[in-house]
């Protein structure tokens, strides 16, 4: 972490809790005391959002798990971002789990996160390789793929408005967090990948996040590194301790660098 940056927790509920489950848990997570120095962030389920904008009472930030690329039209079951604009903060584009399980390409995720953005949306990009891509030592070219096919077409200011997310495949709700030093090595990376995109980038003002299997235990050794300006949760983030536990790692981070 830079102190030139706020760390950011983003809690990615993925599809879990009923809306009166996730109302119970939102209710939990406006109790707690939250720290200075840190912007945490809930992405529910779409049916959830809505009603969590008011019980979360204005003290975290709202985002969606994904959005489609057209504002309107014969789309069923997909989600505008135009509905999502002026109320909700969040957008997230580009998960693995819509990359791998739901074959969504680059290209897609590139038109998804241009749409939101001109919806003033802020958006999170998710990015990461598979175990067979990293067993083939091609973690950076992936990375570095993602990031330049998600950003064609972007402008500076929009930029500003995104945060990447390096989220390994293998390590997403298996258990086997990467190392510090391996998720330090890849979001240096991906910084220096955003400086590149336009000359007047500055690279070092952009959040990278790093997520998966992210708990209370390994958040600060993760959130101390350098260029790792919080976290996207998925499992953790359903348990309001543990949750916790990751937003005051988070908190310190910016407080000691
Ligand atoms: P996990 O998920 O924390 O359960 O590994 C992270 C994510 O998919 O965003």
Not at 94 to 108: I, M
Not at 119 to 140: M, P
């Amino acid at each position: 972490m830079n102190a030139a940056r706020i760390p950011l927790v983003a809690g990615n509920w993925k599809m879990n809790t009923t809306v009166p489950e996730g109302l119970a848990l939102a209710s939990e997570l406006r109790a707690l005391a939250l720290p200075d120095g840190v912007e945490v962030a809930v992405l529910p389920p779409f049916t959830h959002l809505w009603p969590l904008y008011d019980a979360l009472g204005g003290r975290f930030a709202l985002g969606a798990q994904d959005a489609f690329w057209e504002d309107a039209g014969a789309y069923t079951g997909e989600i505008s971002p135009a509905s999502l604009s002026g109320w909700c903060d969040y957008v997230l584009v580009g998960h693995s789990e819509r990359r791998h399980l739901l074959g969504e390409t680059d290209e897609q995720v590139s038109h998804k996160l241009r749409r939101a953005l001109t919806h003033d949306l802020r958006v999170i990009v998710a990015v990461g390789e598979t175990l067979d891509e990293r067993e083939r030592g091609s973690t950076i070219d992936v990375v570095r793929r993602q990031i330049s096919a998600a950003f064609e077409g972007v402008c500076l200011a929009e930029l500003e408005r995104c945060v990447v997310a390096y989220e390994p495949v293998w390590a997403i709700g298996t258990g086997h967090t990467a190392t510090p030093e391996h998720a330090q090595e890849v979001c240096h990376v991906i910084r220096t990948l955003l400086d590149e995109l336009d000359p007047a980038a500055d690279g070092e003002r952009q959040r990278i996040l790093y997520g998966g299997s992210v708990t209370g235990e390994n958040a600060a050794a993760l959130f101390g590194e350098h260029d790792i300006d919080g976290g996207l949760v998925g499992g953790a983030s359903l348990n309001p301790a543990e949750f916790f536990a990751i937003i005051v790692a988070a908190a310190r981070s910016g407080a000691i660098t």
